[in-house]
Nanobody
Framework: QVQLVESGGGLVQAGGSLRLSCAASGGTFGVYTMAWFRQAPGKEREFVAALNWRGDSIRYADSVKGRFTISRDDAKSTASLQMNSLRPEDTAVYYC?????????????????WGQGTQVTVSS
């Protein structure tokens, strides 16, 4: 059973940066696509970024392109999300997830393992 634990969330002013980390344990990490999703209060969970195991296929939500960077270190079974130029609308709980597939997919049902989430709050 794969367990994912996120860290790195917090409160930051608009224009600032945060780096989220996701540590995986208990199962296969290096083959499957990893992703970040987020959920703001009163809204549905939405896709943020995904990265395949070789790191040569990446997708970002349009709202974060050019500001966020996803990465992974398979030797350490970790994934990260570097978030720059943060905006108040980026405020949400951010979740790390492992896909059922090696393909880079953006819909939540294609992910079968999830972390507990980490809160990111961006003040204006």
């Amino acid at each position: 059973q794969v367990q994912l634990v996120e860290s790195g969330g917090g409160l930051v002013q608009a224009g600032g940066s945060l780096r989220l980390s996701c540590a995986a344990s208990g199962g296969t990490f290096g083959v499957y696509t990893m992703a970040w999703f987020r959920q703001a209060p009163g809204k549905e969970r939405e896709f943020v970024a995904a990265l395949n195991w070789r790191g040569d296929s990446i997708r970002y939500a349009d709202s974060v392109k050019g500001r966020f960077t996803i990465s992974r270190d398979d030797a350490k079974s970790t994934a990260s999300l570097q978030m720059n130029s943060l905006r108040p609308e980026d405020t949400a709980v951010y979740y790390c997830a492992r896909a059922r597939t090696v393909l880079v997919v953006t819909n939540a049902p294609q992910y079968n393992f999830w972390g507990q989430g980490t809160q990111v709050t961006v003040s204006s």
